[in-house]
């Protein structure tokens, strides 16, 4: 049942990924079409997608590639392409949030910036790297990871709940006109905490195994006092 669960949230993700490489793709396309014809309407249908649709796409992925790694042995800090991922997509949605849509509001208004389809671009582009990085995993594990410690995978009820938690934030989004991702947020930082404390846990007692039986070893190996 947990493997069902974990597969339908990998489904999720990769959907949600799709849909947000192809809305900034579409949202590239109006951006030039507005700068090189001067007609507002380009801008407006930009910001409706941003605002309506990218958004929530963009939180939805964001927010599932997180809970995979949270709920899986990859973990966020074990391997460099994770780390890679986990970066940009930080970073995506910092652009997205509190850059692209503040100037494709101006833009709206007439207020145009060439600098809007330089940063569409450049996300497609990133899109573009961390889909290779999916695929490739490259560069090994990072030196945090401690080769003794292996994070199981989650329960069913943490697969159920990443595929839940999308839907109820999209579901408050429609009814308050805000496509804001508070339930999603609030439930990767606190299971991402409780994972990482178990993860220090298991850590320190396989610190102390390794300590009891490299003595137990050295015990073994002195000569039997007379």
Request: glycine fraction near 8%.
């Amino acid at each position: 049942m947990a493997k069902r669960a974990r597969t339908l949230v990998v489904w999720l993700h990769v959907v949600t990924s799709v849909g947000w490489l192809s809305q900034a793709v579409a949202l590239l396309a109006l951006l030039l079409y507005g700068l090189k014809t001067g007609d507002v309407s380009a801008f407006r249908m930009a910001r409706v997608l941003d605002h309506q649709v990218l958004a929530f796409m963009g939180a939805a992925s964001a927010f599932t590639g997180m809970m995979l790694s949270a709920t899986t042995p990859w973990g966020y800090f074990r391997h460099w392409w994770v780390l890679g991922k986990f970066s940009i997509t930080v970073v995506q949605l910092y652009v997205g949030i509190f850059i692209l849509s503040d100037n494709l509001e101006a833009a709206a208004y007439g207020h145009v910036s060439v600098w809007m389809p330089i940063g569409t671009g450049l996300m497609i582009s990133a899109f573009s790297f961390q889909t290779w990085l999916s695929v490739a995993k490259p560069w090994g594990r990072t030196p945090w990871a401690d080769p003794k410690v292996k994070l199981p995978a989650a329960s069913t009820k943490a697969f159920v709940l990443t595929l839940v938690i999308p839907a109820a934030d999209f579901a408050i989004g429609i009814c308050t006109s805000s496509p804001a991702p508070f339930l999603m947020l609030v439930t990767v930082i606190a299971y991402s905490i409780r994972r990482a404390a178990r993860g220090r846990n298991r850590s320190s007692a396989a610190s102390g195994r390794g300590s009891a039986e490299r003595r137990a070893r050295r015990d073994a190996a002195a000569p039997s006092p007379r």
